[in-house]
């Protein structure tokens, strides 16, 4: 007989959502692994916020932060058309990452990107 458990924080789920939840896993051994259904035990263990911990902290503490300083932005501009556009610091994250992947980083590395009326790597970054 197959025993499914699902721990979840206990946060207001419905029991609509719980039953949805005890189909689902079930379906799932139904289809995987060729279970009969009526053998399939599925429980739902609902946790206290207070009693679930991530990263060394309780996830009760983790919800009343606030997650960091809103993102900075930085101003592009089309070396064709002039269109000018504010991206945001995980965008241009992003990219950094690619290029040191790729081997094209060096020491304050801006990217250039994609302009979405040429569609071509024509954005570049304009220092303040």
Do not use: H
Request: hydrophobic residues 40%; negative net charge.
């Amino acid at each position: 007989m197959p025993y499914i458990n699902i721990k979840i924080t206990d946060e207001n789920v419905t029991k609509e959502q719980k039953l949805k939840l005890i189909q689902g896993a079930t379906q799932l051994l139904v289809d995987v692994l060729d279970k009969n259904p009526a053998t399939i035990v599925v429980v739902i263990d609902e946790v206290s916020t207070d009693n679930w911990g991530i990263g060394g902290e309780c996830v009760t503490a983790l919800r009343k932060q606030k997650f960091g300083p809103p993102m900075e932005g930085y101003s592009y501009r089309c070396s064709r058309c002039n269109f000018e556009v504010v991206m945001n610091e995980a965008i241009i994250d992003f990219e950094i990452g690619i290029a040191e992947f790729e081997g094209r980083y060096f020491e304050k590395f801006m990217p250039v990107l994609a302009c979405p009326g040429f569609n071509q790597e024509t954005l570049e970054y304009v220092p303040d």
